[in-house]
């Protein structure tokens, strides 16, 4: 089993930046991929990006440009640097994993494969 902690959210103006943070707990070993989903107020989840265990990134196009994804293995935490904020990136941000590297290329479209998930940290972009 995994568990999955999330930090780092809060409320900033549109043009400023957050970095979000996820620490993983458990048979980290087995995980192949680790990605951020978000769910705006009354939209779907989306995916936003992801990061495979050689280092692969993949992300939305909404976010292309302004957020970065990485990890530090030596601490078993997933980073989301987030800059360049806008008030549609308001919404509660969630930590993902899965042990099968394939599904991360897909996690754009897809959460399919994603078998861990946090509760999620708030982000809040006013204008």
């Known amino acids: 089993q995994v568990q999955l902690v999330e930090s780092g959210g809060g409320s900033v103006q549109a043009g400023g930046s957050l970095r979000l943070s996820c620490t993983a707990f458990g048979y980290t070993y087995t995980l192949y991929c680790m990605a951020w989903f978000r769910q705006a107020p009354g939209k779907e989840r989306e995916g936003v990006a992801s990061?495979?265990?050689?280092?692969?990134?993949t992300y939305a196009d909404a976010v292309k440009g302004r957020f970065t994804i990485s990890q530090d293995n030596a601490k078993d935490t997933l980073y989301l640097q987030m800059n360049s904020l806008k008030p549609e990136d308001t919404a509660m941000y969630y930590c993902?994993?899965?042990?099968?590297?394939?599904?991360?290329?897909?996690?754009?479209?897809?959460?399919?494969?994603?078998?861990?998930w946090g509760e999620g940290t708030l982000v809040t972009i006013s204008s």
């Open positions: 993902a994993a899965g042990g099968i590297k394939k599904y991360c290329a897909s996690v754009a479209t897809s959460a399919y494969g994603m078998d861990y």
């Open positions: 990061i495979d265990i050689d280092g692969t990134t």
